[in-house]
Nanobody
């Protein structure tokens, strides 16, 4: 069993930066593929970024590529979402998700929230123009 707790959400001006954290409890988090999703008000949840259990593979949504990164520190049971050059359209609740990894993280699988077993409660990011 893994429990995920996100933090770091805030109100920030366009062009600014934020770093979200997702801290996991439970053993063997280092064997879990992890991702960030977001959901804006009135919209469906969408994939943002994913990282494999080893950190060797990452995927990003086109809308955040070049602006966001998803590093992880397995020693701290933590995955981050570093967000730079924020835009008003990045405003959403951001969720951390995890699933046990069994080797290679396939891109199609990583991008679909249905494949994740564990979710955090979310953290609000608001970007003002």
């Amino acid at each position: 069993q893994v429990q995920l707790v996100e933090s770091g959400g805030a109100l920030v001006q366009a062009g600014g930066s934020l770093r979200l954290s997702c801290v996991a409890s439970g053993r063997a988090f280092s064997s879990y593929h992890t991702a960030w999703f977001r959901q804006a008000s009135g919209k469906e949840r969408e994939f943002v970024a994913a990282i494999s259990w080893s950190g060797s593979t990452t995927y990003y949504a086109d809308s955040v590529k070049g602006r966001f990164t998803i590093p992880r520190d397995n020693a701290k049971n933590t995955v981050y979402l570093q967000m730079n050059s924020l835009k008003p359209e990045d405003t959403a609740v951001y969720y951390c998700a995890a699933r046990r990894g069994n080797g290679i993280m396939l891109e199609q699988t990583a991008r679909d929230g249905i494949n994740y077993n564990y979710w955090g409660q979310g953290t609000q990011v608001t970007v003002s123009s």
